[in-house]
């Protein structure tokens, strides 16, 4: 195990806090992104929500005090150090991708990319899998929500082709989502896959009756590997099995949301000093 790695923390991931500044947990993937390119996912851990929200719940709609959210990104930003507020989306489980930054409309999307220095990209998750993507050159960075809705509509094939850098050049990181030993699912969730590539079937186990646990994290990198995209990072941890790190929607109905955020900091140290 990693020095600073808590137990049952994947290698894939690292736990890290920004010093001289607020100290949260937080997830920075591990990867061998460009210098210029930022990334965290947080955990539940670090902010002022209360009951089934507590502590650190930085989503607006999920019935939390519309303060402690505020707080909450606030001390998110701080903490990642963060160039910006993040361009948040209204995630509806879909494909649609916008190129960030966009207006004061939150758009309807589950993807978001940006070509554009100091545009911090983000979705949250409460067990779907957020994936970040950047290129080789850190000329582009993207964050997608991939629930098994999205995945099976092709969120994350949808993200690749809207970058303008071919597939091969970009790498991606997995965060935390719920994990296969938790996720059952009907026959509909496994026909929305395996209809479309057999090869699938291999990420799909038999529960009771017709009902079978997916593994979101291996359908998320069969379908990037498909898409072109071979090197993919993280994964493996499991929101459902850490109720004290992780806020999960299957485990408690009513919880927060993380966060999985990414950006390009300017390459004039200058400039990055100064955001």
Known sequence: MNPGMNPGMNPGTKLGTNPGMI???????DWPAPSTVRAGC?????????????????????GDDPTAVVENRRRVRLALGAPAEPHWLRQVHGRAVVRAPFD?????????????AGIVCAVQAADCLPVLFCDDAGSVVAAAHAGWRGLAAGVLEACISALPVPASDLMAWLGPAIGPEAFEVGAEVRSAFVDHNAED??????????????????????????????????????THADPERFYSFRRDGVTGRMAAMIWLQPRNP???ERL
């Open 104 to 116: 004061a409309i939150t758009p309807d999307a589950d993807a978001s990319f940006t070509t554009q």
């Open 42 to 62: 947080t955990t539940r851990l670090g902010g002022v929500s209360q009951g089934p929200y507590a502590t650190l719940n930085l989503g607006r709609s999920c």
């Open 23 to 29: 100290e949260l947990d937080w997830l920075r993937p």
């Open 201 to 238: 079937s291999a990420c799909f186990r038999p529960g009771l009756g017709d009902r079978c646990y997916a593994d979101l994290f291996a359908l998320a990198r069969r379908r990037l590997q498909r898409a072109g995209v071979s090197r993919v990072y993280g994964g493996g941890i499991s």
């Open 270 to 272: 200058e400039v990055a």
